[in-house]
């Protein structure tokens, strides 16, 4: 049997480590009553905190479902990690920010997976970990510019 092209073999590679890692990262974040889902979503928001967002341009932000990420959405708003208001354009959506509850539960989430990831890296040299940044930080604009 012949080996699938190391595209094929590299993309498979970097899902299996999302598996590992989310797995990981759901038994840490747990005691933070935070499920990985509801930490992608705070994660988005962290990066322009002061930014609104609908619903709809985050689900294709993340590429995910919008009946999911409403329900995440609410989840977040019920525990005021996100606040949301009126949108004057759209009088169906409403605007989303991150509140600073969950600008403080999204710094507690990295600060609870801060040490598990510095154990994964603790036999790496500080300069191969930004070079994987770099070829990671490049497929992923790869691919996130082929979108559709």
């Not at 409403?94 to 997976?113: D, E």
């Not at 500080?126 to 604009?141: I, P």
């Given at each position: 049997m012949t080996?699938?092209?190391?595209?094929f073999r590299i993309v498979n590679w970097i899902g299996i480590i999302d598996q590992?890692?989310?797995?990981?990262?759901?038994?840490?974040?747990?005691?933070?009553?935070?499920?990985?889902?509801?930490?992608?979503?705070?994660n988005h928001f962290s990066h322009r905190p002061d930014e609104p967002r609908t619903v709809t341009g985050v689900a294709r932000a993340l590429q995910q479902p919008q009946p999911g990420?409403?329900?995440?959405?609410?989840?977040?708003?019920a525990k005021g990690w996100l606040r949301e208001r009126a949108n004057g354009d759209d009088g169906r959506s409403k605007l989303l920010v991150l509140a600073p509850a969950g600008l403080a539960k999204h710094r507690a989430a990295i600060?609870?997976?801060?040490?598990?990831?510095?154990?994964?890296?603790?036999?790496?040299?500080?300069?191969?970990?930004?070079?994987l940044f770099a070829m990671l930080d490049r497929l992923k604009l790869w691919f996130d510019q082929d979108r559709d």
């Amino acid at each position: 049997m012949t080996e699938p092209p190391l595209s094929f073999r590299i993309v498979n590679w970097i899902g299996i480590i999302d598996q590992l890692a989310s797995t990981e990262a759901n038994r840490v974040l747990r005691p933070l009553g935070l499920q990985m889902p509801q930490f992608v979503l705070l994660n988005h928001f962290s990066h322009r905190p002061d930014e609104p967002r609908t619903v709809t341009g985050v689900a294709r932000a993340l590429q995910q479902p919008q009946p999911g990420v409403t329900k995440n959405v609410q989840k977040l708003v019920a525990k005021g990690w996100l606040r949301e208001r009126a949108n004057g354009d759209d009088g169906r959506s409403k605007l989303l920010v991150l509140a600073p509850a969950g600008l403080a539960k999204h710094r507690a989430a990295i600060a609870a997976l801060a040490p598990g990831l510095a154990r994964a890296f603790a036999d790496w040299p500080e300069r191969d970990q930004r070079a994987l940044f770099a070829m990671l930080d490049r497929l992923k604009l790869w691919f996130d510019q082929d979108r559709d």
